[in-house]
């Protein structure tokens, strides 16, 4: 039986087509740079659709985002999860840092691409991932890419450095409120948001708390400085305590501390701080933004004691056991209703407190009379806060023995680095070393320790001179002795109120005077 051969005709194998996708990005959104973004979509577009052996999926881009990390690309980061999900074979994109400026981002990306048999394209600098020579050229660009942005990011904080230092205040206009960029590119004040800043002020010193403030502006529908409805405790303490209100800067308060990372520190020292007075329109007079800054630190040691509902909270203290007085109602229901201040601790000891309870209406004639007392003689009161806070305000004499100080530090740690060195290179033997060592750590640290205490010094001055100038300024505001009282005035003069057993009651002011009224 003869075999039949049937020859049986396939059709021709169609070669797979590369699933191509092209990546563009641009590290600014200026206009130049807009017009490249746009020309890269357009190009790596018609670029893969030419190549007939190529299947075009699509451009993935970024725009307006900087390239030193791969974390906030948005448009890098779905094109890696298509292609590890097996949409894309191969990308193209213009240069090694066009894809990343992070040697680590760039390197990582690249392996796990490359574990997954999926290639990179660089044009500009003709490396394919896939060849044995793609990973040893990737490292040696990448890492040409990375110094190039440090030397960019260097270059930046150089200017803003340079700026401050010239005294040029800039400000974040869209969440600072009360400012808006002029005409000239400076500063100048939005009449209606520096109300909102005024009331916000004002309401503080009026005694009433950050929580009681923020709900008020929520009720009154005034949106935050970032145009939010929710007023956060942060933001009404960062108003009450931003010095640029009263019309001054202190520049570089942070610091950038990694240029890949983009972490910010706040800088205690380790780069310079500029203070600029005068460098734009203030929103608050400067000595009402003293007397707030008083206030602040008072509540501050107050904590929780402080609240909103009266102006007495945490001020009245008992003559026996050292306690804040607490307020009490009596006869809540009827017309003889009345508040009265009593030891919070009197039936809470042992030993029951023995000084008496005080009403809040005698509380308030007793301060005006002490007050009368207090400015009995106007002229020479104002005058003798004006000497001190003069006084306060000069610390020249400080500020140098501070930089000999420093300059001794520095000096001493040079010495310390050399006698280690010294000791290494066995230049000294083991006990020459140690008594050197030892001899010069506690020169160091006594030297640290004046240091400090200088430093402290120069603090508790700065401190006292804005204490007096808030005192002042609501002096200042007085056409006459009060003859009712006055919330702002009683946060302002008085530090605390002592209530003695013998029914004295002593009214110490900020300034530290006494004043001695009987119940």
Same mark, same amino acid.
């Given at each position: 039986?003869?075999?039949?051969? $049937?020859?049986?005709?396939?059709?021709? %194998?169609?070669?797979? *087509?590369k699933r191509v996708a092209g990546y563009a990005r641009v590290s600014t959104d200026s206009d130049e740079q807009f017009t490249s973004y746009t020309a890269q979509v357009d190009y790596y577009t018609s670029y893969i659709k030419r190549n007939p052996d190529w299947e075009f999926v699509d451009v993935y881009t970024d725009e307006?985002?900087?390239?030193?990390?791969?974390?906030? $690309?948005?448009?890098?980061?779905?094109? %890696?999860?298509?292609? *590890?999900?097996g949409k894309i074979d191969l990308i193209?994109?213009?240069s090694v840092s066009r894809f990343a400026r992070n040697t680590v981002d760039s390197l990582t990306t690249v392996r796990k691409l490359k574990e997954n048999g999926?290639?990179?394209?660089?044009?500009?600098?003709?490396?394919?991932?896939?060849?044995?020579k793609g990973e040893l050229l990737i490292t040696i660009m990448s890492s040409l890419a990375q110094e190039e942005s440090r030397s960019i990011s260097e270059n930046v904080t150089w200017g803003q450095r340079k700026r401050f230092a010239d005294g040029k205040v800039s400000m974040p206009y869209k969440q600072f409120l009360g400012y808006r960029k002029g005409s000239d590119g400076l500063p100048e004040i939005d009449p209606e948001q520096a109300e909102v800043v005024r009331k916000i002020y004002r309401l503080f010193m009026a005694g009433k708390t950050i929580g009681y403030i923020g709900k008020l502006l929520e009720s009154e529908g005034i949106p935050t400085p970032g145009g939010k409805t929710k007023w956060q405790s942060q933001t009404i303490n960062s108003i009450l305590t931003n010095e640029k209100y009263k019309g001054s800067a202190l520049l570089q308060k942070t610091y950038t501390v990694d240029f890949l990372t983009k972490t910010m520190k706040v800088n205690e020292g380790e780069v310079p701080q500029y203070y600029v007075e005068c460098s734009h329109p203030a929103i608050i007079e400067p000595s009402e933004w003293e007397a707030v800054q008083v206030e602040v630190a008072r509540r501050k040691k107050l904590g929780r004691r402080h609240d909103c509902f009266t102006p007495f909270s945490g001020k009245v203290i008992c003559g026996d056991c050292g306690g804040v007085y607490g307020s009490k109602i009596w006869h809540s229901n009827s017309k003889y209703r009345r508040v009265i201040w009593q030891c919070n601790r009197k039936f809470k000891n042992e030993t029951k407190c023995t000084t008496p309870h005080v009403d809040e209406e005698i509380l308030k004639e007793r301060f005006l009379q002490a007050v009368s007392e207090y400015m009995a003689d106007p002229e020479e009161r104002i005058e003798g806060l004006r000497s001190v806070q003069r006084t306060m305000s000069c610390t020249d004499f400080i500020d140098v023995d501070i930089e000999e100080k420093e300059a001794e530090l520095e000096l001493l740690s040079g010495m310390i680095r050399n006698c280690v060195m010294m000791n290494a290179s066995a230049a000294l033997t083991e006990q020459e070393y140690q008594a050197q060592y030892a001899e010069l750590t506690q020169r160091y640290e006594s030297t640290k320790g004046g240091y400090e205490s200088l430093l402290d010094r120069r603090k508790q001055m700065e401190a006292t001179a804005i204490t007096f100038s808030g005192i002042l300024f609501r002096l200042a505001e007085l056409p006459q002795i009060p003859m009712e009282f006055n919330e702002t005035l009683w946060h302002t003069l008085v530090d605390h109120v002592t209530v003695h057993s013998d029914e004295r009651i002593v009214f110490t002011f900020t300034d530290c005077t006494e004043i001695i009224t009987m119940l």
């Open positions: 039986m003869e075999r039949v051969v $049937q020859k049986v005709k396939f059709p021709p %194998i169609q070669p797979k *087509l307006g985002i900087s390239g030193v990390s791969t974390k906030n $690309q948005e448009g890098f980061n779905r094109m %890696i999860s298509d292609a *590890l999900a193209v994109t213009k999926i290639e990179v394209y660089f044009e500009k600098e003709n490396i394919r991932t896939l060849d044995s």
